[in-house]
């Protein structure tokens, strides 16, 4: 167990899609030379194409241990940050100090005020690759070096309803319920008919059984969130996330005082830090910490913090290949207080083809990928979406 990490690459993916994330572009909505657009409904910048930034660490035993990121946009910036900045300073130190590294690179740049954003994301790619070793130094799955193996599969709520009118979202979730998925979050971003109608459509072909969220994507003052959210009470309203814009910590405790119906948010946060004045205010009954912004280190943490707050956890899912996705996985399966994972199928489906391993979804429940660390490694094929830079 006494090995180093001795090498560090990084690679910055581009996978092509027909189709973007979240759908068919809006009427009007134009590609920049980068292949971003941005949509109107929550002003984001999104890419055509899926990226991601792997990283893998090899050790002078000769072990490697896998990580990734979330960079829906833009890869080249975390992969700079590693391979410039992060990635010297993990070259020599023993991954069973996984801890003391995680503090380490956060530590580096704090003062220069670097504690979130692109920079702790890229920290996020090199945990995750960081506790993949641990796990294969002690051959142990992770989710046993996180506690303890809570739940053998992880319930899982259908995200998104990718397709581009009212009707085709609603017999996509139809479709999915069918399958035995209990629950089904739509976006306010592509609503195009507004919150109220979609509810109401999807209420009235799913029946009173299936749990429906909503993910309103920050776009609202505090006073227009409760006023829409006891709307969709109306047709039984199972959580309501991102309410009000991420800044807008009062807004957030104001909306979570002013409606029944339990709110989500933390997917854009990256350390316990970030949740704690939410924490404090109660702005939030449900917390959604995003692997592949947090690291496996930070998403313990926040874990943690949400258990002496009371709040229930359900993890977030963005575009990635599905190695951050096992990492949180496993970090789902130590956890008492967990209810449901987001499962992205239109990405988690067709990446599951990159990756080894027995990681699954079906029938309202992931499976989780067996053996030590995280149990799944990216195929070599996967490296020809490599970015040059
Ligand atoms: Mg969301």
Redesign the pocket.
């Known amino acids: 167990m006494n090995d180093r990490i001795q090498s560090v690459e990084v690679f910055p993916l581009r996978i092509p899609r027909d189709v973007p994330y979240l759908g068919a572009l809006e009427p009007g909505v134009t590609v920049n030379e980068k292949g971003c657009f941005v949509r109107p409904g929550n002003r984001t910048v999104y890419s055509t194409s899926d990226h991601c930034v792997l990283v893998r660490l090899t050790t002078a035993g000769g072990l490697s241990g896998w990580g990734e990121c979330v960079s829906v946009v833009a890869p080249q910036a975390a992969t700079v940050i590693i391979r410039e900045l992060l990635g010297p300073l993990v070259v020599g130190r023993d991954p069973m100090d996984s801890t003391a590294i995680f503090e380490d690179l956060y530590d580096a740049m704090r003062v220069r005020g670097y504690f979130g954003g692109f920079y702790v994301d890229s920290i996020a790619a090199l945990d995750i690759a960081i506790w993949d070793l641990k796990g294969k130094l002690t051959q142990m799955p992770l989710c046993k070096l996180l506690g303890g193996r809570r739940h053998e599969r992880i319930p899982a709520y259908v995200s998104g309803l990718p397709a581009p009118t009212l009707e085709q979202r609603v017999e996509m979730a139809r479709l999915w319920t069918s399958r035995g998925f209990p629950a089904v979050k739509f ?1 306010a971003a592509v609503a195009d008919q507004g919150e109220c109608r979609e509810m109401a459509r999807l209420r009235e072909a799913l029946g009173p059984e299936v749990k429906i969220l909503v ?1 309103l ?1 920050w776009r609202y003052s505090a006073a227009e969130a409760i006023r829409l959210i006891r709307k969709l009470e109306e047709f039984d309203l199972y959580l309501a ?2 309410p009000v814009h991420a800044e807008d910590i009062e807004g957030q405790a104001e909306v979570a005082r002013g409606i029944r119906t339990p709110v989500g948010l933390g ?1 854009e946060l990256r350390t316990a830090f970030e949740y704690l004045p939410r924490f404090l205010k109660r702005c939030m009954d449900v917390v ?1 910490p995003e692997m592949g912004r947090t690291g496996i280190t930070s998403f313990a943490e926040i874990c943690q913090a949400a258990k002496m707050f009371h709040c229930r956890v359900m993890p ?1 899912a963005s575009i990635g290949i599905g190695i951050f996705q096992a990492a949180s996985l496993h970090a789902s399966a130590a956890l008492p207080h967990l209810v449901f994972h987001e499962y992205q199928h239109s990405i988690f489906d067709r990446n599951l083809r990159f990756l080894t391993g027995t990681m699954s979804c079906a029938d309202g429940y992931f499976t989780l990928p067996e053996g030590p660390g995280l149990g799944v490694e990216p195929k070599p094929e996967v490296l020809q979406y490599s970015m040059s830079s």
Do not use: S, V
Request: charged share 40%; hydrophobic share 25%.
């Open positions: 976006a993910d994507h996330e991102a997917e959604q977030h």
